[in-house]
Nanobody
Framework: QVQLVESGGGLVQAGGSLRLSCAAS????????MAWYRQAPGDQRKSVAI??????FYADSVKGRFTISRDNPKNTLYLQMNNLKPEDTGLYYC?????????????WGQGTQVTVSS
C-alpha cells in the first residue's frame, strides 16, 4: 500500500513562491510515475505537472513557473511554484501510479491548500 503525504501549502501574495512536498511510503518514488494535480473551487481535479522515466510535463498554465522534481533517496516529490497567480489557488494533490506487471494502481494524498491573494 502506497501512502502519500503532502505539505508546504499556505497563503501567499501574487508573485510569491511556495514549494510543495509529497512524502511517499510503501514504494519507491523512482519506480512510480508521479504528478501534482490541482482542484480549484467549483472545478474538477486537473494535472499541473507530471514526472515519469521519460521526462517532465506541464500544463500550459504553469509552464515556466512550476518545476516538478523528486528526490529518490528521500522518497519525496516536490513542486516548486514561482510567480504565483491568484488562479493558481486550489487544493493540490500528489498522485502516484505504481505498475505491477500488466496492471497499475493510482494513489492519492489528502491534499494541501494553496491560496494566492491578489
Amino acid at each position: 500500500q502506497v501512502q502519500l503525504v503532502e505539505s508546504g501549502g499556505g497563503l501567499v501574495q501574487a508573485g510569491g513562491s511556495l514549494r510543495l512536498s509529497c512524502a511517499a511510503s510503501g514504494s519507491s518514488t523512482s519506480v512510480m510515475d508521479m504528478a501534482w494535480y490541482r482542484q480549484a473551487p467549483g472545478d474538477q481535479r486537473k494535472s499541473v505537472a507530471i514526472i515519469t522515466s521519460g521526462g517532465t510535463f506541464y500544463a500550459d498554465s504553469v509552464k515556466g513557473r512550476f518545476t516538478i522534481s523528486r528526490d529518490n533517496p528521500k522518497n519525496t516529490l516536490y513542486l516548486q511554484m514561482n510567480n504565483l497567480k491568484p488562479e493558481d489557488t486550489g487544493l493540490y494533490y500528489c498522485n502516484a501510479v505504481r505498475s505491477l506487471g500488466a496492471t497499475s494502481r493510482a494513489y492519492w494524498g489528502q491534499g494541501t491548500q494553496v491560496t494566492v491573494s491578489s
